[in-house]
């Protein structure tokens, strides 16, 4: 009883009390819900082109105070593992087109590509073939295990029916191939690489060194969805030495962007305004502002990149520093519910404060009329009037215990002078019935 007193007497105090506590609720919720300060990318090895792509993402989250953690792997191959790898941390990274395959991996998500990457074929320039007929019978180098040049060298052997015929397949990282190729030690090395990689460049660079062209490259696309064909120019590297001499037709895949799907949102926001600062360039295989690019070939994209391609970043990341972005955002996903809520209880509550004052009295007066009309009938049924004084006094008692707002003091004093009119009349009829 003394809970639904308490209650009945406080609801409006109550009521606030809740509706903050709610609302409190709701902002530790936002709060534990902000985005991470560090992100782990897994890249490629140390001095490769996609970890010194690594090291750009890194710079251009470091103004939105967000810790990139890069993780040297030996390629792509590796960075798949460690993205399905709940455990491993990684969050983000680049990955070579053809590596993942299918089925696709629900637990990952794209956010686009960011530029093409061709599978180069250096050999001594000594060696002459047609084809890849050049190819056998020599030293290899395919790439190391885990790496994407490894997996597509090896695709494009298999389909060349070449595995057999090759003399080694050497598992050489990047740098260690391109030395010993220009030693003289192997006879063809493989390696899927940006225009802009330092190896790529040096190879082009050297006269003992020639580049192979795909005399097949359409058949090559026909069979791989995720491989493209291009073209290095004639005289490209080098006009002045027409260097290469001819057009050179390569199979490029284009590199993803690849996220774990419970990435915070903002993250992949800033991801992808990161990707568009680095990959906007023009490049010999592809215009300006062509990559970043809403293509998924093998992942499908985030909803926030699909957001993002189709309407740039959230408004708010165009005018605020990162964090007050995201802070604001949350605050007004918040807000808009709570508003709804209370904008009707500002209207209701004044209405339901004053009926509920009034039916403090009113309950009183319920009582008081059914006690009048008891009065009334009393000589015709012979009932006893001591019952119904003390029953007066009884009500009396409770209006004088009323605890009212200075807006309603009056009532409970009407209250009694109608209590002290139904007393006077059950007196008034006490004294006729006595006579």
């Known amino acids: 009883m003394a809970v639904k007193d308490v209650v009945r007497h406080h609801w409006p105090t109550i009521t606030i009390s809740l509706t903050a506590a709610v609302i409190a609720g709701a902002a530790i919720v936002m709060l534990l819900g902000m985005p991470p300060q560090v992100i782990v990318m897994a890249t490629g090895p140390e001095g490769g082109a996609y970890y010194e792509l690594g090291r750009r993402y890194q710079a251009e989250l470091a103004h939105a105070n967000v810790t990139v953690r890069l993780v040297p792997t030996a390629g792509s191959q590796e ?24 089925p696709n991996s629900s637990e990952l998500e794209s956010l686009g590509t960011v530029f093409y990457e061709p599978l180069w074929v250096f050999h001594r320039r000594e060696i002459q073939g047609e ?33 057999e015929q090759v003399g080694e397949l050497l598992p050489l990282p990047l740098q ?201 009938n009393a000589r015709a049924s012979g009932r006893d009037t001591g019952e119904m004084i003390e029953r007066l006094n009884q009500l009396e008692r409770h209006a004088n215990h009323l605890r009212m707002p200075a807006a309603y003091a009056s009532m409970p004093y009407l209250l009694r002078n109608h209590i002290e009119l139904v007393r006077e009349g059950l007196k008034r009829r006490a004294d006729q019935a006595a006579e």
């Open 79 to 102: 960075n798949l593992a460690l993205l399905r790898n709940s455990r491993s941390g990684v969050n983000v990274a680049l990955m070579q087109g053809g590596t993942i395959g299918t």
């Open 131 to 163: 084809g890849f007929d050049f190819l056998r019978g020599r030293k290899v180098s395919i790439g190391p295990d885990g790496s994407g040049t490894r997996a597509l060298a090896l695709e494009v052997l298999k389909r060349s029916g070449l595995v």
């Open 176 to 376: 260690a191939a391109a030395e010993k190729l220009l030693a003289g030690d192997i006879d063809v090395m493989f390696v899927v690489a940006s225009w802009e990689s330092p190896v790529v460049q040096q190879l082009l660079a050297d006269e003992r060194i020639a580049l192979s062209s795909y005399p097949r490259a359409d058949a090559f696309v026909a069979l791989y969805p995720f491989l493209h064909k291009v073209v290095m120019p004639r005289g490209v590297r080098d006009l002045a030495r027409d260097q290469p001499p001819t057009d050179v037709v390569l199979v490029a895949a284009k590199a993803s962007l690849v996220v774990r799907g419970d990435l915070h949102p903002a993250i992949d926001n800033l991801l992808l305004q990161a990707a568009g600062q680095i990959h906007s360039g023009s490049s010999v295989f592809h215009r300006a502002n062509e990559f970043p690019a809403p293509e998924a070939t093998e992942v499908p994209l985030s909803n926030e990149a699909v957001r993002f391609y189709k309407s740039g970043p959230p408004f708010l990341h165009n005018y605020l520093p990162f964090w007050m972005a995201v802070l604001i955002g949350k605050l007004v996903i918040l807000l808009i519910p709570i508003l709804g809520v209370l904008y009707p209880m500002t209207r209701l509550l004044p209405r339901l404060y004053d009926w509920a004052q009034r039916s403090k009295v009113f309950g009183l007066y319920g009582e008081l009329r059914l006690l009048d009309d008891e009065i009334r």
